[in-house]
């Protein structure tokens, strides 16, 4: 514990130190609880989108095998090298806006933009737009899992941080200040029960020299 002043002064800046701590606490103690809710909030999101891609990637077994089974597609196909359908899915970028929860900046997904497609439309199965607007979709979702993920990372940051705090008030800065004035309060009222003893002492003195 560091060393203080035992003076009326500082008894004063030690009271003003507590209630700006007991001020503070609250409002980190209400952002700690709004970033544990936010985080969950994305985490459920991002469940959402898992089952989602997995329902997608299901329904895909039913109809046509179009991940990457090069078997399904001879070298004589549509694609070149006999690629599989989802080769023609390329992201360029993954595009993101900004947003604020907090006080914290993260990421909002914002869409994606792909590579141009490149097959013979001619060759190509009657169900190839059907396969590649599913593709998007997939793609998609995984895109928005990306960013759901930058989102939890950097509010799982600031989680840390806050909690931090949160911690360092209601374990050390509070209590620590509290005992300050604790301690200053002791040694003022020590101090205030000698002066009264010496006082009684130098009055008796007074008293006895002044008596005949």
Do not use: C
Not at 147 to 159: A, P
Request: no cysteine; aromatic share 6%.
């Amino acid at each position: 514990m560091a060393k203080i002043k035992l003076t009326k002064n500082e008894q004063k800046k030690q009271k003003d130190a507590l209630k700006r701590f007991q001020r503070y606490l609250p409002t980190l103690i209400l952002k700690k609880q709004q970033l544990q809710m936010v985080i969950r909030q994305v985490e459920m999101k991002v469940e959402k989108k898992e089952v989602e891609i997995r329902q997608i990637e299901d329904s895909l077994k039913s109809w046509v095998a179009v991940f990457g089974e090069n078997e399904v597609f001879p070298q004589d196909s549509f694609l070149a090298g006999g690629r599989g359908l989802e080769s023609l899915i390329r992201i360029r970028t993954i595009r993101k806006g900004s947003g604020n929860i907090a006080g914290v900046e993260i990421p909002v997904f914002d869409g994606l933009e792909y590579e141009p497609l490149e097959y013979d439309i001619f060759r190509a199965p009657l169900w190839i737009d059907r396969g590649l607007a599913v593709l998007k979709e997939v793609a998609l979702l995984h895109a928005e899992i990306e960013v759901l993920q930058e989102q939890k990372e950097l509010l799982g940051r600031e989680l840390r941080v806050t909690t931090q705090r949160v911690n360092l008030f209601e374990k050390v800065k509070i209590p620590e200040t509290r005992e300050h004035i604790r301690k200053i309060g002791i040694y003022m009222g020590d101090q205030q029960t000698a002066a009264v003893v010496r006082g009684k002492m130098a009055k008796n003195k007074v008293v006895k020299v002044s008596q005949p």
